[in-house]
């Protein structure tokens, strides 16, 4: 009998290692098929302000980072894993991604300062490998002809962004009716394949602003020492190559305004596929936009729990006989407490009727 499990036990871990490469150009990918990231429902604890300390709580995902084109074990990420965590709230989905990383920023220059972007799967068609993977060529891909292989993308560059502050949709760019963030670039953008990626709104066929940046987010390093607030004249906030780890938090409401196929809708009760990918600037070199490390392969589906299911999950255990022991309680000394009030009304006819307004 131990055998049979041990057995069971090492046919499971074997089929789930990652098997993915991309030999001969045709590319391939065998995904860990038991990936995924549970957002689940947990109002008011989230604050989105770099600091994770309102994470401690939240059960984390990890996955290694290996590059996004060329998915080779080899050549993953070599300071770590990332580890993502997601919770929900009823109307805004919360992200926290987590990464080792030495402190490496040059103001002003994304490329020389690690990046993270979010992708999730909006056409129905709209597949991992390639960003949708539109068939059409740079000239011909339109909503059109592209249509069901959409795909929505959050991209944060931090060049310019203050760790510690709120970054993303603000009312200047949302005014102007676009996906764009002139502050800190934490940008909304939709693409059906990597070389046609838009901004929200933006379209080489023509713009339609009733567009919007949807998503609000912010960074942080743990080797830096301030915690009440940095400005830009901070900068850079740490000394090059300090040990530690990169935090990036992001928030956006589950429903949008999008009324043109550019972002993704969440529902509560129903998984949407997402990526993570990852930029740095490894030896201080800039990284280039296909340099960028994938949590996987595949898209990796995202659970949005109800507050229901959490309720059974938790109902399933002997607490919810205490509850239920005492709710029967309370209902038999409500039911006695009103039998002895009708009785002492009733004993006591005297009792006099008081208007309301007179009181
Ligand atoms: C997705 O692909 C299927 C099969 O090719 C097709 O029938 C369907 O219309 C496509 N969906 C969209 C939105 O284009
Ligand atoms: C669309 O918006 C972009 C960015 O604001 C601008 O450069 C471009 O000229 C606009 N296109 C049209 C057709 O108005």
Redesign the pocket.
């Known amino acids: 009998m131990m055998y049979q499990i041990l057995i069971i036990l090492l046919l499971f871990t074997t089929v789930g290692l990652v098997k993915s490469h991309n030999e001969g150009g045709e590319w391939s990918c065998e995904s860990e098929s038991e990936n995924r990231i549970e957002a689940i429902f947990k109002p008011g604890v989230i604050t989105i302000d770099g600091h994770i300390d309102d994470w401690s709580d939240i059960d984390g995902f990890e996955f290694s980072l290996l590059p996004a084109l060329d998915p080779h074990e080899d050549d993953a990420y070599k300071a770590g894993s990332m580890t993502v965590k997601a919770v929900h709230d009823g109307n805004n989905v919360f992200f926290m991604l987590e990464v080792n990383g030495k402190y490496a920023y040059s103001k002003g220059d994304n490329n020389k300062c690690p990046s993270v972007a979010l992708m999730f799967q909006v056409?129905?068609?709209a597949t991992y490998h390639n960003m949708g993977g539109c068939k059409e060529s740079p000239d011909s891909c339109s909503s059109k002809t592209c249509?069901?292989t959409e795909v929505d993308i959050m991209h944060f560059s931090i060049g310019n962004a203050i760790p510690g502050r709120l970054y993303g949709g603000n009312p200047i760019d949302n005014r102007e009716g676009h996906g764009g963030d002139r502050f800190g670039h934490l940008v909304d953008l939709y693409t059906w394949t990597p070389h046609c990626r838009h901004l929200d709104g933006i379209s080489p066929t023509g713009n339609d602003t009733s567009a919007q940046n949807d998503w609000k987010g912010a960074w942080w390093h743990d080797s830096f020492k301030v915690h009440s607030g940095f400005v830009a004249e901070d900068s850079p906030y740490s000394s090059e190559d300090q040990d530690g780890k990169y935090f990036f938090e992001f928030s956006r409401p589950l429903r949008t305004m999008d009324r043109l196929q550019q972002d993704v809708q969440f529902s509560i009760g129903q998984p949407t596929n997402m990526a993570v990918a990852f930029w740095y600037p490894e030896d201080g070199k800039p990284w280039h936009g296909s340099g960028h490390y994938s949590i996987s392969c595949n898209w990796v589906p995202l659970d949005l729990p109800s507050s229901n299911s959490l309720a059974t999950r938790a109902g399933s255990g002997s607490f919810s006989g205490a509850i239920n022991a005492f709710s029967l309680l309370l209902s038999l000394v409500a039911f006695c407490s009103s039998i002895f009030v009708g009785y002492y009304v009733f004993k006591n006819k005297s009792i006099p009727f008081t208007p309301m307004d007179r009181l």
């Open positions: 056409g129905e068609n249509r069901g």
